[in-house]
């Protein structure tokens, strides 16, 4: 085993990575596992990739690996080839046979508290396979306080010292769908922060390898918790604003966007755009770990809950504007354009389109789905159709709306909507990328407009 213990052991931890002296194990293979895995696999490193679906591990050592950006699917293979990458189920065995862990797993929410069932279960893995001189990493987000009661639930069961005889850093992923791989090499700095001195020293240079930005390093783990909660509070509650000002403006017959470009203009404004629902797994939770925080700390956070529900009733909101358009409300079909949360990514958590469904559906309307992406969501209800065929699911519509801002949809022609249709299908723009110039013929509702 190779000690890292001392200054020229630190300094020598990049090429022992690279070399395949210390192998690294990466707890859960989703959105931001595969992400993770890819950027150290391209650094040349060997990992154990490990996930408790069978299916998922047997398809990544079989090499049937889709649904993945193409440079992770390109570093999977090779690493699949050159064997330096190996997946399983068993995260014990994993430990045991790594030297640095990096749990991966989703943080999810449960009546709108932190669901750590996931993470609780990848460190009760490490625990099992811990030995002195390892390194465990913890990427997702969680509440403050998370990682310092994990540090002492490992040194309760392992009964080994962090700083001691192994060492903790907490990163929080800062990674977006469709470009995750850019973001951890180039797009971002990667915060860090750790249980001690040592940790910190690790982590700075662990970090060399992966990314080409110099690393933001953060005085104690819980301000980088909170840094990446109050990140994705940030966006939330000024998403809130934008929809709200643009509720204002529709109704006083201004034109939102034609305000926030000017506004914008000025170097201290910065407006957000307004839409038909927040979605993904990262702007819609993050409020909830922070405000759960501040619950249990007794403190005031209204502002940041009344942004979360703001942007919670957009869905709705849009709904009820459709109908307030239609007279004949009987027999109605209504085809929503996009699954993804956002445009031109295979990527539906949370998104905005089940609330839309639901809202239809309470109306009594038959919805279809439309997205390039997705032919098949065991999500959604099960009279909702899903297809990636736009001719066949657009026949007969009366009504149109746009969830996603995918690049297919900002083409579409008016000419194409009826010639497909053979009806004038109500438009929605839920996302504002209509040329509504162009429409002469159909009727085009846009949030803000």
Known sequence: MILIVNKKQIQELPRNIKLGNKKIAIYGIGFVGTAIASTWL?????????????ILVNNINNKKITNLEPKAREAFIEGINSKRLTATTNGKWA?????????????????RSADLRFLYSAVEDIITGLKKNDIIIITPTVPIGTSNKIIKWIENKSKLKV???????????RISAGQAISDIENNYPPILSGAGKISIKIANKMFEVISSKKPITMSTIEAAEA????????RDVNIALANELSRFCENLGIDYWEVREAANSQPYSHLHKPGIGVGGYCIPVYPWLLTQTAIDKGIDMNFALLGRYTNEK???????RIMSEINNKKKLTALIL?????GNVADNRISPTYDISDE????????RVHDPFFSYD???PKEVKLSKDLDKVISGVDIIIIATDHDEYKEITEDYIIRKSKKKPLIFDGRNILDRSKFEKLKILTIGK
């Open 42 to 54: 391209r650094a040349g490193a060997s990992i154990i990739a490990v996930d408790k679906k069978n």
């Open 95 to 111: 430990s045991k046979y790594s030297d640095i862990k990096i749990i991966s797993v989703p943080v999810g929410l449960d009546k």
């Open 163 to 173: 700083e001691k005889d192994f060492f903790l850093i907490y990163t929080p992923e």
């Open 227 to 234: 840094e990446k909660l109050i990140e994705g509070l940030y």
């Open 314 to 320: 957009m869905p709705g909101y849009s709904v009820s």
């Open 338 to 342: 996009g699954l993804s949360f956002r």
């Open 360 to 367: 239809l559906i309470q109306n009594n309307i038959k919805v």
């Open 378 to 380: 065991p999500l959604l």
